[in-house]
């Protein structure tokens, strides 16, 4: 379908463009930026001098698919996905069923057949069932289309094996996807190791879980060459660790998410667990060092951090209780709120974590931004609507959150992937 989006404040390359200008779509891909564009017969979208942004990229969500569809499938991702501006999604290499040879890549892409939806592409697991014993089918899935290989969640503890796909890696030059969590610090841990975990009397996991990991896969990349995407960094340490690395040459990237830079270990007191995430949530020092990440370039992007479990494995004990937040839906409501509003970060910085850099760290050509040429994935947002948080009309299965009530500004009014409009309000 072609479109001409009119009336548009175009943030472009991190750039606010001074003047409001049209967008014509043909076919998909972004044909003309320009004042007072006139075409007939298209389908006009008014933008009405809203922001309009190049659509999110997003790591990691995890898709259930073939019998475990009671959790978020990929229609269901494209629901929430849209609703909150991501117009892509890479999904997590631990999801249902595990993403270790071609044969489930294809199934993945053939169950995006048939219907509008959200662009998806796999993650590859670095090893077969994601056991951390045996290299998967890593060649043959990136020639069938994953776009970067992960540990999928669980940290490969066989340092030789690790080194191994490191070094694999090179080959493809691709992006290599790690977890900051040493198995054996966070052995039995459910929150932060700290006075919250005393209070209750639960098992912490310590920052130094974080920390060591991210210490050996700096060490890997830096004598094998290899791309690494650290996820999810939640502690001060960890940042400051990725901040010098850069400063040697290291090839490293990393992400955080929403969570870690807004909530704290406290928010799990009286045993809240909607507040139960992995990593933990940390402490104040963390938040600010994690926001001053995002703010200088050490913190490259910022991810949902989507990784939704059933509702009544929350209402349980919490040593029990599943790790996992529903977050696709809000992300952007809580970004806008705590960084743009309130934090100093302006839309232009939160395009460029959300959008230029995702697609740069995982080799896509023609995303991330908004020109011609460009594939069309475009977002209309408002800054300035007022809502509260209210779960209960997410789009994702999983209709909980630890945000529940709390006042935000911002709305995504309109998603259009492949110029095809998914969402509009």
Not at 116 to 140: A, C, D, Q, R
């Amino acid at each position: 379908m072609n479109l001409l989006i009119k009336n548009a404040k175009i943030v472009s390359n991190g750039i606010l463009e001074k003047d409001i200008k049209d967008i014509y779509i043909e076919n998909g891909i972004i044909k003309k930026i320009d004042k007072n564009i006139n075409i007939e017969d298209v389908k006009i979208v008014d933008a009405k001098n809203k922001y309009v942004l190049p659509g999110f990229i997003d790591i990691g969500c995890k898709i259930f698919e073939n019998g475990y569809e009671n959790k978020d499938n990929i229609k269901k991702l494209t629901e929430a996905g849209s609703k909150g501006g991501f117009t892509t999604i890479i999904t997590s290499s631990a999801a249902k069923p595990i993403v270790d040879d071609k044969t489930v890549v294809e199934y993945i892409h053939s169950k995006c057949k048939g219907f509008k939806n959200i662009n998806l592409y796999p993650l590859g697991n670095m090893t077969k069932g994601g056991e951390g014993k045996k290299i998967s089918e890593i060649g043959e899935m990136i020639l069938t289309g994953v776009v970067a290989i992960s540990d999928g969640g669980k940290p490969i503890e066989d340092t030789n094996l690790l080194r191994d796909i490191f070094l694999y890696s090179r080959m493809f030059d691709i992006t290599v996807m790690t977890t900051l969590i040493e198995p054996n610090l966070c052995k039995n841990g459910t929150v932060n190791y700290g006075c919250m975990a005393t209070k209750l009397g639960l098992v912490g996991i310590p920052r130094e879980a974080e920390e060591i990991e991210i210490s050996k896969n700096i060490i890997l990349s830096k004598y094998t060459g290899a791309k690494v995407h650290i996820s999810y960094v939640t502690t001060k340490g960890a940042v400051d660790l990725v901040r010098q690395a850069k400063k040697e040459g290291v090839n490293i990237t990393c992400s955080t998410a929403p969570h870690y830079f807004t909530l704290t270990d406290r928010e799990v007191d009286n045993y809240n667990t909607l507040a139960k995430v992995m990593p933990p949530l940390r402490e104040i020092e963390d938040i600010e060092a994690i926001k001053e990440g995002l703010k200088d370039g050490t913190i490259d992007m910022i991810a949902s951090g989507h990784s939704p479990v059933l509702y009544e494995k929350k209402l349980t004990e919490f040593e029990r209780a599943e790790f996992g937040i529903s977050s696709l839906d809000s992300t952007f409501n809580i970004i806008n709120t705590k960084l743009v509003k309130e934090s100093g970060f302006t839309i232009e910085d939160i395009t460029v974590l959300m959008s230029k850099n995702p697609a740069k760290i995982l080799g896509f050509k023609n995303k991330g931004d908004i020109k011609e040429g460009y594939d069309a994935d475009i977002i209309i947002v408002d800054l300035d609507q007022e809502k509260q948080i209210d779960s209960s009309k997410f789009l994702s299965r999983a209709k909980y959150s630890p945000y529940d009530g709390m006042p935000v500004f911002g709305e995504v009014l309109t998603t259009i992937v492949r110029g095809n409009v998914l969402y509009d309000i």
